[in-house]
């Protein structure tokens, strides 16, 4: 995080800690329903793909703005062997999977 | 490790729950959308009952809140629908109530929710950073381009909240209806949204509706997007915002981030090549050394300085100028 302009030192109550603990808790769960929410969606965003590369190889892919460039077929991407779509990831690039 | 990805969530999916930190007394309540583990940093959304009354105090973290329905009392002043403000750790705000209740977004960046009762600020608050405003009715929508590449011409933005040494900003964005834009974004900063009002959709995740929310990790795919009757929402950056635009949906966070260190290298050779061969790896980054140089500080007189040769110095200087008038 790098919004703050200023951190003040102070030390955390035991009711400031269990408030904590509880909060991490609860999120750890929300966080596990959104994977699995997500994974769920898997079939249906095979679709979104299909028809966001029907978009960009005819209307075009926005480039910069409004201007948009159209691909060509030949150029699209394709899913790499052993790789399932993933949407979720949970710190990023520094996901531990 | 700072705060997981939360996308989608939507806090009409859940209940509010009783604040029972010390310091917010009683008729508060709050959806937790996200969390930072170490720090306790959080945003929420909070529900202030009618009555609900906090006494003038401060903040270990740096806040920032807006008004999503309702109206809250600070001190003398109403703040409305839409009111935003940012007050920086050991800011004391005046006391602040809600006779009718209110929803507000509230955000603590550098550590969990805490209010110490005090009308002064903490010794070390830098108080001059405090700022407000009537996001809806005294800022005008501008482009959304501020940084190239950029969203499509239908994204606007207000900025709120600007962080000059980080970039980190704070903003209103709204999608006009039927606005599209067909590409796959990631960015080297963290982002955030709550949707205030409306509908957006985005390529992998589906709706964000009224409600809807996100805390996003860098380099993480998002897009294409669209919005079919419009949107109105407060998004976070937490450093510099760059579009990196692509197609491809399989990429992963670590080969975007790889990429974007690709066109750092395209971008800056030099630069980049003196922080990879040197190994200036430190995590706080290298030095700056505006940020660390030694000053004169207060008690400077410019005017009665020494120069370099013992003597003082005068502002007289010669130059080469053009003459079009006559001296006296």
Redesign the interface.
């Known amino acids: 995080?790098?919004?703050?302009?200023?951190?003040?030192e102070?030390s955390?109550?035991d009711?400031?800690e269990a408030?904590?603990q509880e909060?991490?808790e609860?999120?750890e769960a929300?966080?596990l329903a959104?994977e699995q929410a997500?994974e769920d969606?898997t079939p249906?965003?095979a679709r979104?793909?299909q028809e966001?590369?029907d978009?960009?190889t005819t209307?075009?892919?926005?480039?910069?703005?409004?201007d948009?460039r159209v691909?060509p077929r030949a150029g699209?991407?394709v899913?790499?062997e052993g790789?399932r779509?993933?949407?979720?990831?949970?710190?990023?690039?520094?996901?531990e999977d | 490790m700072a705060r997981p990805h939360i996308e989608p969530f939507c806090d009409r999916d859940v209940s509010f729950k009783n604040m029972t930190l010390p310091g917010f007394g009683r008729g508060m309540r709050y959806k937790m959308l996200s969390l930072d583990a170490d720090t306790g940093a959080c945003t929420m959304t909070v529900q202030l009952d009618g009555g609900y009354h906090q006494p003038p105090g401060f903040s270990w973290s740096e806040l920032e809140l807006i008004v999503v329905e309702g109206e809250v009392h600070l001190g003398e002043r109403v703040l409305r629908k839409g009111h935003y403000l940012y007050a920086p750790a050991g800011y004391a705000l005046p006391a602040l109530s809600a006779p009718q209740g209110a929803l507000v977004l509230l955000m603590y960046n550098t550590g969990e929710p805490s209010h110490v009762e005090s009308d002064q600020h903490h010794a070390e608050a830098q108080a001059q950073l405090y700022h407000d405003v009537d996001a809806y009715m005294d800022l005008a929508w501008a482009p959304g381009n501020v940084t190239r590449p950029s969203v499509a011409s239908g994204c606007l933005i207000k900025l709120l909240n600007y962080n000059p040494i980080s970039h980190a900003m704070t903003f209103l964005y709204c999608m006009t209806p039927a606005f599209y834009q067909d590409n796959i974004s990631y960015h080297d900063c963290a982002e955030e949204s709550y949707h205030l009002w409306g509908t957006s959709w985005m390529m992998q995740f589906g709706d964000v509706p009224t409600g809807g929310y996100f805390w996003r990790p860098a380099y993480i795919n998002h897009g294409a997007f669209a919005s079919q009757y419009g949107c109105i929402a407060l998004g976070r950056v937490d450093s510099k915002l760059f579009n990196h635009f692509h197609y491809n949906p399989w990429s992963t966070p670590v080969e975007n981030q790889q990429r974007s260190a690709a066109r750092v290298y395209q971008r800056d050779p030099l630069l980049y090549r003196w922080m990879v061969s040197h190994s200036h790896n430190h995590p706080h980054g290298p030095e700056d050394f505006e940020q660390t140089q030694a000053v004169r500080g207060e008690g400077y007189d410019h005017d009665q300085a020494s120069v370099s040769d013992g003597k003082e110095h005068s502002h007289w200087h010669r130059h080469e100028h053009v003459h079009d008038h006559e001296h006296d």
């Not at chain 1, 209307?59 to 409004?66: A, Q, R």
């Not at chain 1, 779509?85 to 996901?95: C, L, M, N, P």
């Open positions: 995080m790098t919004f703050k302009n200023l951190f003040i102070h955390r109550s009711e400031e408030w904590l909060e991490i609860e999120q929300r966080f959104i997500m969606l249906r965003r979104w793909y966001f590369f978009r960009i209307i075009g892919f926005n480039v910069d703005g409004d948009k691909i699209l991407p899913q790499p790789r779509d993933r949407v979720v990831w949970k710190y990023g690039a520094d996901s």
